[in-house]
């Protein structure tokens, strides 16, 4: 990771930032679509470029909320969608690819990812990304939620070093990942892109958070406990963090959170309030 510049290298060499933006829930209600479209457009002034969305994210208003939203600006952003477990056939992924591109107002993606592991084998799910990729629909494929068997299972189709991430639910209150996922992946030089990293806003009120938060200034300002949150994923080299922001205030926060650099003896009374994993523990999703 080039901390100067806020970003991690994918396998394939590309830097993408290390904060992104994600969108769950986003275009869900009408009466806020122009305050997340503003959002979206303020963090992409401020350099978080790389957008996460999905297919399954209210039923594609989320896609159509970002395409609008990167109108004019398509070449700023490094744009990641998602396939249905369901639609992730070999026809039905070309599909599912088309009617998202057609709702991000874009003829290609960034980055495509299978959402999660579902009944249509894998090999075919990542056969279908993988011709994608060839005809130039997408430029980069990965996973989301593939825990360490089923990796060990990609492993054994053709092309799998072509992975670029794993797109995992990870944040101080799931730690699971860390006792052999993380590893396995970082072994691989795939990173991981962490979604709900404050963990849909439980983690705000959290004692330890709070405390280490009012003993950081941000600007003229105390930190918030979303920032040390992330501030926690950020500090390591292969992760990317995609929090969603409800304002244009919320997206300056998660990008001052870049700024923050925590000491060892906070990092100790994290881990001592978020225990970190002894043992394997099944994959944790939301």
Do not use: C
Not at 254 to 280: C, K, M, R, T, Y
């Amino acid at each position: 990771m080039d901390r100067q510049h806020g970003t991690v290298k994918l396998p394939s060499g590309e830097a993408v930032p290390r904060l992104g933006q994600g969108t769950w829930y986003m275009g869900d209600d009408g009466g806020a679509r122009e305050q997340e479209i503003r959002t979206l457009r303020t963090g992409l002034d401020l350099g978080l470029t790389l957008i996460d969305t999905a297919e399954m994210y209210g039923d594609g208003r989320a896609e159509e909320l970002v395409g609008e939203a990167i109108a004019g600006r398509r070449d700023e952003v490094f744009l990641v969608s998602k396939v249905l477990p369901s639609n992730a056939s070999a026809r039905g992924t070309s599909q599912a690819l088309a009617a998202s591109l057609k709702r991000l107002r874009t003829d290609y993606l960034d980055l495509y990812l299978l959402h999660w592991r579902g009944g249509i084998p894998l090999a075919e799910s990542i056969g279908a990304l993988q011709a994608l990729a060839a005809a130039g629909k997408i430029r980069h494929w990965g996973v989301s939620n593939l825990d360490t068997d089923d990796l060990r299972e990609l492993e054994t189709v053709p092309h799998a070093g072509q992975l670029q991430t794993d797109q995992l639910l990870y944040n101080l209150s799931r730690r699971g990942i860390e006792y052999d996922l993380l590893p396995m992946l970082a072994e691989r030089n795939v990173p991981v892109m962490a979604y709900s990293p404050i963990e849909q806003g439980r983690l705000l009120a959290h004692p330890e958070l709070r405390r280490i938060a009012a003993e950081h200034p941000v600007g003229e300002n105390a930190a918030i406990a979303a920032q040390i949150a992330l501030a926690w994923l950020l500090r390591r080299p292969d992760v990317i963090a995609i929090p969603k922001a409800s304002s244009v205030e919320h997206v300056r926060q998660n990008h001052a959170a870049q700024d923050i650099e925590l000491s060892g003896e906070e990092l100790a009374a994290l881990d001592a309030a978020f225990p970190p994993p002894v043992q394997a523990e099944p994959l944790e999703m939301l």
